[in-house]
């Protein structure tokens, strides 16, 4: 390429091939060998020898150099695509960004692209960046081997609505996700978004999970756990295991990383998603969730390693609700009410002799009462109603004769007992 100067330059590739073409003319080379050399066949090379021996050096630069290329994207084109940038995409990166410019607007723009055009107007921030070398762990080879689990606090709908958690699962083999949005992280959403996926997918091999108290009970063993060995476990725990499910503890996020990744790409693409649907609540987020899914994991999941499917078919609804909620025992007091929760329940048709049951606070809000493996009849009683009993048993107390006190004069008067003398 020519200079103001009159100078011309050229890459070191380029010197390179000057160097050889010049062997060629001088027949130190054959013309064969010289194309071999610099890798183009052997008519292209006999062009370049003629040109150089014409045109001398400047013979072997490409004659396009320079020029503007003719499926060069137009400067009307790039200023619109910066102006919708900065009005709508602003904080879109260059893939997600060229991805809608492309189905909302038809402008048609490859993601590098657009990153250099961003570098160019000083946006530092879609710089590339060094990662962080980290030992790799494989995959497990089947879907349904093992699924991590997490939940992720984060301002999902941008203040439009509540704050909210992502429940999320990726099965570890295909990265294949899931999830549901909750008011908090916790026994019930933890047990109820596992029942969902189960729904979907059927039953994992195992969970990986981190320690989380939904997940890593906090109580000390109990004297019976101890003996076996055991401790303590979380509802969440206890439920899974039920079904089945092997539990495997994460001591860090990175050993973790499919679904720590999937909540980054989430809150990246799935927070402007919703942005652009104007998601407003938890009910509007997780009917956007059931059609954003299937796209999401049509793009981003794998193959497994090795096919098949080792998730195992769901049971029934119902045995899913008996499974997946939390089960504590309760006294039943002589008169056949146990209190959970704030709440009274009287037994109906049960004998007296029953001293405690298993009482069941199902994902859907229910309240179940079981004995030896039979679900028993109970109404509610109103709190009010118990709360004027406990005052009438108050007031009674107080209305009762009061004890005499201890320095009473009854109490220190004595009857001497009669002696019988014998003449």
Same mark, same amino acid.
């Given at each position: 390429?020519?200079?103001?100067?009159?100078?011309?330059?050229?890459?070191?590739?380029?010197?390179?091939?000057?160097?050889?073409?010049?062997?060629?003319?001088?027949?130190?080379?054959?013309?064969?060998?010289?194309?071999?050399?610099?890798?183009?066949?052997?008519?292209? #090379?006999?062009?370049?020898?003629?040109?150089?021996?014409?045109?001398?050096?400047?013979?072997?630069?490409?004659?396009?150099?320079?020029?503007?290329?003719?499926?060069?994207?137009?400067?009307?084109?790039?200023?619109?695509?910066?102006?919708?940038?900065?009005?709508?995409?602003?904080?879109?990166?260059?893939?997600?960004?060229?991805?809608?410019?492309?189905?909302?607007?038809?402008?048609?723009?490859?993601?590098?692209?657009?990153?250099?055009?961003?570098?160019?107007?000083?946006?530092?921030?879609?710089?590339?960046?060094?990662?962080?070398?980290?030992?790799?762990?494989?995959?497990?080879?089947?879907?349904?081997?093992?699924?991590?689990?997490?939940?992720?606090?984060?301002?999902?709908?941008?203040?439009?609505?509540?704050?909210?958690?992502?429940?999320?699962?990726?099965?570890?083999?295909?990265?294949?996700?899931?999830?549901?949005?909750?008011?908090?992280?916790?026994?019930?959403?933890?047990?109820?978004?596992?029942?969902?996926?189960?729904?979907?997918?059927?039953?994992?091999?195992?969970?990986?999970?981190?320690?989380?108290?939904?997940?890593?009970?906090?109580?000390?063993?109990?004297?019976?756990?101890?003996?076996?060995?055991?401790?303590?476990?979380?509802?969440?725990?206890?439920?899974?295991?039920?079904?089945?499910?092997?539990?495997?503890?994460?001591?860090?996020?990175?050993?973790?990383?499919?679904?720590?990744?999937?909540?980054?790409?989430?809150?990246?693409?799935?927070?402007?998603?919703?942005?652009?649907?104007?998601?407003?609540?938890?009910?509007? #987020?997780?009917?956007?969730?059931?059609?954003?899914?299937?796209?999401?994991?049509?793009?981003?999941?794998?193959?497994?390693?090795?096919?098949?499917?080792?998730?195992?078919?769901?049971?029934?609804?119902?045995?899913?609700?008996?499974?997946?909620?939390?089960?504590?025992?309760?006294?039943?007091?002589?008169?056949?009410?146990?209190?959970?929760?704030?709440?009274?329940?009287?037994?109906?048709?049960?004998?007296?002799?029953?001293?405690?049951?298993?009482?069941?606070?199902?994902?859907?809000?229910?309240?179940?009462?079981?004995?030896?493996?039979?679900?028993?009849?109970?109404?509610?009683?109103?709190?009010?109603?118990?709360?004027?009993?406990? #005052?009438?048993?108050?007031?009674?107390?107080?209305?009762?004769?009061?004890?005499?006190?201890?320095?009473?004069?009854?109490?220190?008067?004595?009857?001497?007992?009669?002696?019988?003398?014998?003449?």
């Amino acid at each position: 390429m020519r200079t103001p100067g009159g100078r011309v330059t050229m890459s070191i590739e380029e010197l390179r091939r000057v160097y050889i073409v010049k062997q060629a003319i001088s027949r130190a080379i054959t013309q064969k060998k010289a194309s071999e050399l610099i890798g183009l066949s052997y008519r292209q #090379a006999k062009r370049l020898v003629r040109r150089v021996r014409e045109e001398g050096d400047i013979g072997i630069i490409h004659r396009l150099r320079g020029r503007r290329g003719n499926r060069r994207i137009s400067e009307e084109v790039r200023a619109r695509v910066m102006a919708l940038h900065r009005e709508k995409y602003w904080d879109f990166g260059p893939t997600l960004a060229s991805e809608k410019l492309s189905e909302l607007h038809g402008i048609e723009i490859s993601h590098e692209t657009l990153r250099l055009w961003l570098l160019g107007e000083g946006k530092r921030e879609w710089q590339r960046k060094r990662k962080k070398h980290r030992e790799w762990r494989e995959r497990r080879e089947y879907s349904g081997e093992m699924v991590q689990v997490d939940g992720s606090h984060h301002e999902w709908i941008e203040g439009r609505g509540p704050r909210l958690v992502l429940m999320g699962y990726v099965d570890d083999a295909t990265s294949k996700a899931f999830g549901r949005f909750y008011d908090y992280e916790g026994t019930l959403p933890g047990m109820d978004s596992f029942m969902r996926y189960v729904k979907e997918y059927g039953i994992p091999q195992s969970i990986y999970l981190d320690r989380h108290t939904t997940y890593k009970s906090t109580k000390k063993a109990t004297i019976e756990e101890q003996l076996r060995g055991e401790e303590s476990k979380s509802q969440f725990e206890r439920a899974v295991e039920e079904l089945g499910v092997e539990v495997i503890r994460a001591y860090s996020p990175q050993a973790k990383g499919r679904v720590e990744r999937s909540f980054r790409t989430f809150q990246d693409r799935l927070i402007k998603e919703m942005r652009l649907a104007g998601v407003k609540s938890k009910e509007e #987020a997780n009917e956007f969730m059931e059609g954003y899914l299937p796209k999401y994991n049509e793009r981003f999941s794998k193959l497994a390693a090795k096919e098949g499917d080792l998730h195992r078919e769901s049971p029934s609804h119902e045995e899913l609700l008996g499974t997946l909620c939390i089960k504590e025992k309760r006294r039943v007091r002589n008169d056949g009410v146990v209190q959970y929760k704030n709440g009274f329940y009287q037994l109906e048709g049960v004998s007296r002799r029953v001293k405690g049951v298993i009482v069941e606070e199902r994902t859907d809000g229910s309240v179940k009462i079981r004995k030896n493996g039979s679900y028993l009849k109970y109404r509610k009683i109103p709190p009010e109603l118990m709360v004027r009993s406990k #005052a009438r048993r108050k007031e009674r107390k107080i209305q009762r004769r009061p004890k005499p006190s201890k320095d009473h004069p009854w109490r220190k008067f004595k009857i001497k007992p009669c002696v019988e003398t014998h003449v």
